[in-house]
């Protein structure tokens, strides 16, 4: 008995010491340390620029995932005169060259005076499975030329934390658009923007060419100086790394149709055929009702089914009035007049009309998302895109925007959930209670949310007060929209086969065996997933 | 005794408050903020923080949460279902774990005593060792390996069964994820059954029952069985608290809105107070559930009263 | 009274063997309390089975990741997903590569290529993960353990000798510590220190002591009361010395086969955190991070999940036959029955 004892712990310390070696990572408290600031060599960029092979961690994903080919995703943005997608335009301008990248290690590794060169990999643990994949895959190649690489894992809100307080070498990091143009993703890294250029990256010259674009009257000139801006940070600076776009893929059941996707904008459920009731799926539940506060994709989703803005978006992404009846702008292109329509009501849970639609209830919503006191992480949208100076009530149906200069993109970005109108007696009334059941809130889109049982399921119903109703119901618009939370990917293609479900997301692992089910869809988000690398952000 | 009971409560309420403590401090340790978001800027992460007071100092907002706690108020939740009263949150999903973890535990404690008492009766046969090998496979295989494969047999390739939890139909769509829940409780339950049951067997008193000619059966229900419960139930209370823990694995991959899988996304979230909402509901739980098996067993075995009694 | 004979007489005795054998007491040689166990421990063919599988599977968590040519965290663009092909056996029709028909391995080109257990989702060698996974889940296990037992046998030893106040106090905190759930005190370690090996361990350990406690604590309370430590105490012996040298090793069998029953304990821990993503840091595995990543496949791929499910079953079952042999040997009660 002593002697298995014996070997038992024998093994152990053995095996420990041989175990040992992978698990020292995360120890970046005591910046700027010799070895963190190696970011600041071009060198050390440029081998992890080059040594990434994205086409195959997108393969390796396996759920619709592309490779990226600059900073700037497929699908978000085409230009405003030819129509060409911006990627189209700008090209790929990252590569993936092993002898390249391992030349510029070994010249990095020579101008540091190291014989090798360590990298802390940050990235999230609970921001899907292919996050943690995509960082296995990029230690590996980085490994491959040379470095030695430590994966940090967190959660999310704490990598968040750690890439604000600059505490992280290489962060695997994603942007969401909140709108089709180029500017979301280059505003990202100016050198003023604090909240978000996380690495500190810091160049005179994209910072003049982002301002330039911003300034530019002219829609052309304002397009290339952002191919430009991208070329400038991500194959000439090598200031973040793009790796690869999310993808997402699913099946539909072939008998419905009518989902609309939007990479750079909110997915659009309105318009469902083929089925009176109808269950989607969604992963996550809604965070909140209150259209100002939300942050997140599922509860924008869910909003824009029973609210309206004055535009919406159709299945191409281009813009169609909804709630205004019709519209003037003035000749600079600066003055916006909306004309809301007579017939949007407020409805009740119960479908009974409290209210009609006013102009004062944009400028109520306006003046509450930009307030201090509602603190929403979308204040900034009102003047930083859609690039309002003021706005103003002329009359009960009638909405007046003034812009500080012409903005090609203001009408599709009204279309957003955060500029959409509020009820502010209704508000009032409710106080904290707003916004926190079915109950609490009114409608003015194409359904009513008849009921929502957190974290299980939220439903819609027709809203037969609502103004296009009756070419809803033409259209054989579904009749009762059910969202089903459920994150288990597996059990939910179980049920989505024995037909109790419409829709369903597929991980990675299932897609091999799904690509051919009918009904499969391989959408593009709009995410794209990048390393930021600490450059200049150590104190 | 009832000085004795009164002590334990007041000994558990003491210790309640002190892990609301633990859970304060624990949550004011834990690194990140509930609003980080890529495009939340400093300046509205400090009004936030203002707005919800957590820009106080731990033991003011300690004692303010300790305050409402009493009146019922649980604060409300900064991530998860942003401004939600955490009692309604916590409220609505207790419910439904209990339902589960009700029905596994029903079901593992049958199953457990019924294999137990089988393997211990038939001591070294090979009903022994059926039983045997039936309870360690059960402690074996991680919970949502069986909750899968049970899933895919009964419900999807079957049809027995609903495939996932249905507000419509709650028992018969809770039972297959009680199954599941409830393959360790049984192999936990069935192989301490055993144990203590062969040594009660084995005891001299047992022997003075067997040369007194008492009858078999009666010897069993009578003698052995009650000897044996004793301690069975001393190690149902952990059993019982693991199995709501265990519960978020089952929670999520049956889509069931329950506070197991709640707590962990509140985790995850830095969601203060829901986590320390539900992390509390957990201590309360086992408090009350080993209060109550200390008190059950001073009521079953009359050794422990009377020791209790005399101190 | 007179009648009665008080003299000895000849026939009053009589020689048991009239042959004159001589009569020679049976000695029994002296066997020390670990050598019995050791005996009785032999004699139970299930656990001594337990024991040489566990012995088997430690060998193979140690060379086993180095017996081909791939490494844990190497990468194969292209050759993801294949199922398990040996050299050799290939030939009888099993582990031959072929998936639904089709020999996956000449499809994607790797007509020359042998993944013993397959490969996963990325292209990894499962043979090499499934081996450096089972040694990290025995190290993560037996550390646990061993700190479980320091612990909380000097914890459960303090607390039950002392008794009265001490005993409050030291229980009440542990009741505190149990009181939190396992799931918070771990994620929120996790959280706080660095993702690894070492804070799997500790966060395993700051509340696996606590069933050890209870145990070492019973056990004296059950010990203590008894004559040779009355009569150890009577002949002036420290505190200190009764509880090492007279209460220890008559709690030591106890204390070695609970804490054989909790390394599978810890083991399925691992397993659970791995599932909620809270597991060891990637690309290193464990087995519960390979069972928890095998799940995400269990429909399309099953190898990958089956290969480390046995491999973490068989341990399971191996350590619970070897601890049940274990009880049992230590228990003489349950010694020829």
């Not at chain 1, 509020?422 to 809130?441: L, M, R």
């Not at chain 3, 009569?231 to 420290?238: D, F, I, P, W």
């Not at chain 3, 390394?263 to 840091?281: C, D, K, Q």
């Amino acid at each position: 008995m002593k002697k298995i004892l014996a070997v038992l712990l024998t093994l152990l310390i053995l095996v420990g010491c041989s175990g040992g070696g992978n698990n020292g990572g995360g120890n970046t408290d005591n910046a700027p340390a010799d070895d963190v600031i190696i970011y600041q060599n071009e060198n050390v960029r440029k081998a992890i620029a080059y040594a990434i092979d994205r086409e195959a961690v997108a393969k390796s994903l396996n759920d619709g995932s592309v490779a990226a080919e600059g900073i700037i995703p497929f699908k978000l943005a085409s230009n405003p005169v030819t129509g060409a997608d911006f990627r189209d335009d700008a090209g790929k301008i990252v590569s993936y060259d092993v002898d390249q990248a391992k030349q510029f290690y070994a010249t990095a590794c020579e101008e540091l005076g190291k014989k090798e060169l360590s990298i802390d990999l940050l990235y999230g643990t609970n921001e899907g499975d292919s996050v943690i994949k995509a960082a296995e895959q990029i230690a590996y190649y980085l490994e491959e030329v040379g470095f030695k690489v430590n994966l940090v894992s967190k959660q999310k809100k704490e990598r968040l934390q750690m890439m604000t307080d600059g505490d992280y070498e290489v962060c695997l990091t994603r942007w969401g658009p909140d709108y089709a143009d180029p500017q979301t993703y280059m505003d990202l890294f100016v050198s003023t923007n604090t909240s978000n250029n996380s690495g500190r990256y810091n160049s005179a010259t994209y910072d003049q060419l982002v301002a330039d674009a911003e300034a530019s009257l002219d829609m052309t000139e304002r397009w290339n100086k952002f191919i430009e801006a991208e070329k400038q940070l991500v194959a000439v600076d090598f200031g973040d790394i793009p790796v690869f776009q999310a993808g997402g893929a699913m099946i539909i059941r072939p008998t419905i149709s009518g989902i609309e996707f939007h990479s750079a904008a909110v997915d659009n459920y309105r318009h469902i055929v083929g089925k009176d009731n109808v269950t989607l799926v969604t992963n996550t539940d809604i965070i909140y009702l209150d259209n100002q506060v939300a942050t997140d994709g599922t509860s924008f989703i869910a909003q824009t089914m029973f609210l309206s803005g004055l535009t919406e978006l159709d299945a191409d992404g281009n813009w169609k009035l909804d709630l205004a009846d019709s519209y003037e702008v003035s000749d600079d292109g600066t003055v916006y007049t909306f004309k809301i329509r007579d017939d949007a009501n407020w409805v009740d849970k119960s479908g009974n009309v409290v209210a009609p639609v006013t102009a004062q209830d944009f400028v109520d919503s306006w003046d509450r998302l930009v307030s201090e006191d509602l603190a929403s992480e979308y204040a900034w949208w009102i003047s930083d895109v859609l690039l309002a100076d003021s706005w103003e009530a002329v009359d009960e149906k009638t909405f007046k925007v003034t812009l500080s200069k012409p903005n090609g993109i203001f009408m599709g970005c009204l279309a957003f959930p955060s500029c959409f109108p509020i009820n502010k007696a209704f508000i009032d009334e409710k106080g904290d209670q707003y916004a926190t059941s079915a109950d609490t809130v009114l409608s003015c889109g194409p359904y009513i949310l008849d009921s929502w049982t957190p974290g299980y399921s939220y439903e819609f119903v027709p809203n037969n007060n609502y103004y296009f109703r009756s070419d809803y119901d033409a259209a054989g618009t579904a009749k009762k929209v059910v969202f089903r939370v459920l994150e288990d990917t597996q059990t939910a293609l179980m049920e989505y086969e024995a037909g109790n479900i419409d829709t369903v997301i597929l991980s990675g692992e299932q897609v091999d065996a799904n690509k051919n089910a009918e009904g499969f869809v391989n959408r593009l988000q709009g995410y794209l997933f990048y390393l930021s690398i600490n450059i200049n952000h150590y104190e | 005794m009832k000085k004795y009971i009164l002590k334990r409560v007041l000994i558990s309420l003491a210790t309640l408050f002190v892990i609301l403590l633990v859970l304060f401090i624990l949550m004011d340790l834990m690194p990140g903020t509930p609003f980080n978001d890529e495009k939340l800027t400093e300046a509205q992460k400090a009004l936030l923080y203002a707005k919800y007071g957590l820009d106080k100092p731990l033991i003011t907002r300690f004692f303010l949460y300790a305050k409402n706690m009493l009146k019922g108020d649980l604060g409300v939740s900064y991530a998860i279902n942003k401004n939600f009263a955490v009692s309604e949150m916590v409220k609505d999903r207790l419910g439904i774990s209990l339902a589960v973890g009700g029905m596994a535990m029903l079901i593992g404690t049958i199953l457990g005593l019924i294999l137990g008492i089988l393997a211990a009766l038939n001591h070294n046969s090979w009903i022994d060792n059926l039983c045997s090998a039936i309870s360690v496979i059960g402690v074996s295989i991680p919970s949502y390996v069986c909750a899968l494969l049970l899933c895919y047999f009964i419900a999807y390739k079957l049809g027995w069964l609903p495939i996932l939890y249905n507000v419509e139909q709650p028992f018969v769509s809770l039972i297959l994820p009680a199954i599941a829940l409830s393959v360790s409780p049984t192999a936990n339950i069935a192989r301490f059954t055993r144990s203590e049951m062969i040594d009660v067997l084995n005891s001299d008193y047992i022997l003075l029952v067997q040369s007194k000619g008492v009858k078999n059966w009666k010897m069993i229900f009578s003698h052995v069985l009650r000897n044996t419960l004793i301690p069975v139930i001393t190690v149902m209370g952990p059993i019982l608290v693991n199995l709501l823990t265990g519960s978020s694995v089952i929670e999520k991959i049956f889509g069931i809105p329950g506070i197991g899988r709640l707590m962990i996304t509140a985790i995850q979230e830095n969601d203060y107070n829901v986590t320390i909402a539900c992390a509390f509901v957990y201590s309360v739980m086992y408090i009350v559930v080993m209060l109550f098996v200390d008190i059950l067993y001073g009521v079953i075995d009359p050794r422990i009263r009377i020791a209790k009694e005399d101190k | 009274m007179t009648n009665i004979d008080h003299e000895f007489h000849n026939d009053d005795f009589q020689f048991a063997h009239s042959a004159g054998e001589k009569l020679v007491d049976k000695n029994y040689s002296a066997t020390s309390y670990f050598k019995d166990v050791w005996t009785n421990f032999k004699k139970n063919r299930g656990a001594l089975v337990g024991a040489i599988i566990i012995i088997f599977l430690i060998f193979m968590a140690i060379v086993g990741p180095n017996m081909n040519s791939y490494t844990y965290k190497q990468i194969h663009g292209g050759q993801e997903c294949l199922v398990p092909r040996i050299p050799g056996i290939e030939k009888i029709g099993i582990f031959d590569g072929y998936h639904n028909g089709v020999n996956q391995y000449a499809e994607k080109d790797a007509a020359d290529v042998y993944y013993w257990f397959g490969s996963d989702t990325q292209g990894r060698d499962i043979w090499t993960r499934v081996w450096s996974g089972t040694r990290v889940s025995l190290i993560i296990a037996l550390a646990a353990v061993v700190i479980d037992i320091v612990i909380g046998m000097v914890y459960g030893l303090i607390s039950g000798f002392f008794g009265g106040m001490v005993d409050s106090i030291m229980q009440r905190f542990a009741e505190i510590l149990n009181g939190i759930p396992t799931l918070v005190i771990v994620t929120l370690l996790g959280m706080v220190l660095p993702a690894g090996i070492t804070s799997i361990i500790f966060a395993l350990m700051l509340t696996g002591w606590i069933g050890m406690e209870r145990i070492a604590r019973a056990q004296v309370l059950k010990v203590k009361e008894q004559e040779f430590v009355l009569a150890s105490r009577t002949l002036g012996a420290s505190k200190f010395r009764i509880i090492f040298s007279e209460i220890l090793p008559n709690i030591l069998g106890q204390v070695i086969v609970t804490s054989m029953f909790s390394i599978p304990n810890a083991i399925f821990l691992e397993a659970y955190l791995s599932f909620l993503g809270l597991g060891v840091p990637a690309p290193m595995a464990s087995l519960g991070s390979l069972v928890s990543d095998g799940y995400k496949s269990m429909t399309t791929f099953p190898h990958i999940l089956i290969i480390p499910v046995i491999v973490m079953a068989v341990l399971m079952l191996c350590f619970n036959l070897f601890a049940d042999g274990l009880r049992d040997a230590f228990d003489p009660k349950m010694i020829n029955k």
